[in-house]
């Protein structure tokens, strides 16, 4: 990381998809691991074959087939102009970021039950749903090996399902180090928008524990 600043032409950009990916499973792997250290960096990082060796401890051919694995599945950019940083505590952001994710009401909990902010709920509902995304935890864990290793289901989210198939209440579970947010959604996600990757910025700032 001794290039001269002014050299830097790219940085660093993970996308939505990207942010999702990093957060799908507990399981680490150098993808992931790589997504994880820049989602909760403090500042652009700069785009340079040496700063990408430090970052992965990989050798230079190992850690370009890596980035070329990330950026074509487009879970990764390199960009000249990345989106700004996120500043601020989350519970200063929380309630700028959560309304942008969803065309319904919002919530954040984590895995005890305790709910972290939500958009568009009374108190109660609030804390009623935030009790719920734990059991909802509870019971995946419990049939986690039916649903992944004999049925083949990988994803970790449940919904509330309408007539035609549509989501009414979407619960998605992110993983940040060793922790579990719950992620409740009502109506059609939205979390193809920078918002997302601003949330799990924050998070991953204040509970990354690897």
């Known amino acids: ?9 790219e940085f660093f950009q993970v996308t939505p998809s990207g942010s999702y990916y990093a957060t799908l499973s ?8 790589l997504l994880l250290q820049l989602l909760s960096a403090d500042t652009h990082v700069p785009y340079f074959p040496a700063v990408l ?3 992965t401890g990989q050798s230079d051919k ?7 694995w990330l950026t074509e599945r487009g879970f990764l950019q390199l960009t000249s102009e990345p989106e700004p940083v996120p500043s601020g505590s989350i519970e200063q952001l929380l309630p700028e970021y959560l309304p942008q994710l969803a065309e319904g009401r919002v919530l954040l909990a984590d895995e005890q039950g305790f709910c972290l902010g939500q958009s ?3 108190d109660e509902e609030a804390e009623a749903l935030a009790a719920l995304s734990a059991d909802i935890v509870l019971m995946h864990e419990r049939h986690q090996r039916l649903l992944h290793e004999h ?7 449940w919904g509330l399902l309408d007539a035609a198939g549509h989501s009414e209440l ?11 947010f719950l992620l409740v959604l009502e109506g059609m ?22």
């Open 120 to 122: 568009g709920y009374a």
């Open 26 to 33: 507990p399981e680490m792997d150098a993808r992931r691991a």
């Open 151 to 157: 049925l083949g289901f990988n994803s970790v989210s």
């Open 62 to 68: 190992e850690a370009q087939e890596l980035l070329e």
């Open 189 to 210: 996600p939205t979390l193809n928008r920078q918002s997302f990757v601003n949330l799990l910025s924050v998070l991953m700032r204040r509970y990354l524990d690897y």
């Open 170 to 180: 979407g619960f998605w579970t992110l993983h940040v180090g060793h922790q579990k």
């Open 53 to 55: 060796k430090k970052l």
């Open 1 to 9: 990381m001794n290039q001269d600043q002014s050299e830097v032409t």
